[in-house]
């Protein structure tokens, strides 16, 4: 089963606030509890809930741990879809400790520099190469998604070395849009684009 | 003329490529061609130009350096828009990092952290201040616009004291989603969610 793109989302939202509660025995939660918390529709969240085959009990709301589960078993997969981070400057680092201390089934396997003095270090047990070596490491770890987190002026010869690598996705924090084939999943996140848009905003109103 | 959210990031985009070309005397660009390097429509590129007022001349294409212009006139504020940004860590200063060097109508007033370490220091010469004097500063300073960038459980309360504070528009870094009036601007980036969609769709495909 293929679910929508927003569906996927909302599961992992729904997950990312259920773990802090997986050492709590037996906990349950009420749908409207969780859509209050997450800012939804408590129909929604029941709707979504039913589609990975979870209904709860009408009187204590969903067992926690279980919906844990259900929820890893629908969007994990069986084993970890191993990223890669380009660039190990200041975003590319931040970005490894967000994903380093959660309980996701995605693993970074590798960072990539050009800087001498970073590369053959680890950063929180992860392996900095140098940028030459990523066609390598990627195939050699299977790595299927990247991450790239270096200047703008690179962006476009990075992805195209991702692409013939057979990487599967991509986010982009540059300001350089990337033209990928439909085939890749790209997201892009362009920090200054978006401060711009909220000054406007704020400007306007 | 208030624009619509996706018209000014497209204008915020144009500019951000026109500005590169901006030292070069007497510089021309084509509709097509700008449409092409942002994997946009050509015949959008043209809607949203003429909607500021550009039509550019039929054989040589639009002038850069006016079309830079007027493009500001359109989107900045006649003063800076003043920013802060929560959290001093690797992210924060990432994001510091990335509006500095820009030439864009925004500007960086404030950093905020808990760490002794880096309060009273200048990172790109924006003071760092102690997160008790969140208030004050966004006060005296005049700033409008808030990044948050620290971790996740804090967010919510360092939300509150921002719309206290009275200000306008919020970039959110953190998981939590954050639940504010309508009148705030609020843009959300959660990258641990982004990287499991990311992996599912790996996965399913």
Do not use: W
Not at 16 to 28: A, I, P
Request: aromatic share 8%; charged share 25%.
């Amino acid at each position: 089963m293929k679910l929508p793109k927003k569906t996927v989302q909302r599961l992992s939202r729904y997950r990312r606030l259920l773990v802090k509660y997986k050492y709590v025995k037996d906990s349950f939660i009420y749908s409207h509890d969780l859509a209050r918390l997450l800012n939804l529709n408590p129909v929604q969240v029941r709707r979504d809930l039913m589609l990975i085959g979870s209904s709860g009990n009408h009187r204590k709301g969903y067992n926690v741990n279980e919906l844990n589960a259900l929820i890893g078993v629908t969007i994990d997969s069986n084993d970890y879809q191993n990223i890669c981070i380009i660039g190990a400057g200041r975003l590319g680092r931040a970005i490894l400790d967000y994903v380093t201390g959660e309980d996701i089934n995605l693993k970074v396997k590798a960072i990539f520099d050009i800087d001498p003095q970073l590369i053959g270090k680890s950063f929180n047990d992860v392996p900095c190469y140098e940028i030459g070596k990523l066609n390598k490491i990627i195939l050699e770890k299977n790595i299927t998604v990247g991450v790239i987190a270096i200047p703008s002026e690179f962006a476009t010869s990075i992805a195209s070395i991702l692409l013939d690598s057979g990487i599967k996705s991509i986010l982009n924090f540059t300001s350089v849009h990337l033209d990928l084939p439909k085939s890749v999943y790209l997201k892009e996140f362009d920090i200054v684009t978006t401060l711009e848009e909220m000054a406007y905003f704020v400007k306007c109103n």
